[in-house]
């Protein structure tokens, strides 16, 4: 009777021991499948095309990306932005443009009727916090344009600069005809009512630095920001905003971008 006892349990023994190593193969090969995806995703993923890298790193802000993450809100709308009208020595507007233009008879300037009403409701909000501005242009005819980039040629010019030399230096802050935001009627240069010079002392007044902390919240954004001209081709300026919506000037201002890097990262 012992002797079958014994031999009972050293079978039961065996099986135990036969089932523990089953379940020790088991989770080795587990373990080297999911070691196995994870090196094969990350090849895949460095592997894949420069563009479509940045792209994803851009999104998720992770390591190589040049911002911060963006929101989901923000992503949303960048990716239903077919809409927003990019104007640069890029991409000049057509001829057959037309905006559906509004009279602002306290500043004695024109904008499309679609920015009419945050364009008020910002400066009235920074009124109330004792500010005082003043619209220096808003919408502007492509023979206007004309006319201010012929006489600031013809300025140089008389300072002894060629033709040629007068354009290059001109185009940095004065848009070639079709090229200018103003045609659009959605963009405005606002200043400070006591200092209405445009230049780089305008970024200093209480005035402009409200509006590029809060422009957003009502869908505008610094259209040409400092660091940002090999982008837009523009030189800085603090006084230029343009609107496009709070979601995206949201994303845009948040984000330290321009709308061509926005446009971009949106694939518009």
């Known amino acids: 009777m012992n002797h079958v006892k014994e031999r009972k349990r050293r079978r039961k023994r065996r099986a135990m021991r036969r089932m523990f190593w089953r379940s020790m193969i088991s989770l080795f090969g587990i373990s080297i499948l999911l070691l196995t995806w994870n090196l094969t995703s990350c090849a895949l993923r460095y592997l894949s095309p420069p563009e479509e890298r940045n792209h994803e790193e851009y999104v998720a802000g992770g390591e190589g990306s040049h911002t911060a993450d963006f929101s989901e809100e923000a992503m949303e709308t960048a990716a239903d932005v077919s809409g927003l009208l990019l104007v640069n020595k890029s991409h000049p507007l057509e001829q057959s443009y037309s905006p559906d233009l509004t009279r602002i008879r306290e500043y004695g300037v024109e904008v499309d009727d679609s920015i009419c009403e945050p364009l008020k409701n910002m400066l009235a ?82 005035e402009i630095i409200w509006l590029q902390q809060n422009c957003s919240q009502y869908g505008f954004i610094l259209r040409y920001p400092e660091g940002k001209e090999d982008i837009t081709k523009v030189s800085y300026e603090s006084w230029h905003f343009r609107y496009v919506g709070v979601n995206a000037a949201k994303a845009i201002m948040s984000q330290g971008i321009t709308l061509e890097e926005y446009l971009d990262l949106a694939g518009v």
């Open 125 to 206: 909000a920074g009124e109330k916090e004792g500010l005082s501005f003043w619209i220096a242009s808003a919408y502007r005819s492509t023979e206007r344009q004309r006319e201010l980039l012929d006489e600031d040629i013809e300025t140089l010019i008389r300072r002894g600069y060629s033709y040629s030399e007068a354009y290059e230096e001109v185009v940095k802050e004065t848009m070639p005809v079709g090229c200018s935001e103003h045609a659009t009627g959605l963009a405005v240069d606002i200043v400070s009512k006591d200092y209405q010079i445009l230049d780089e002392k305008q970024a200093g007044t209480d």
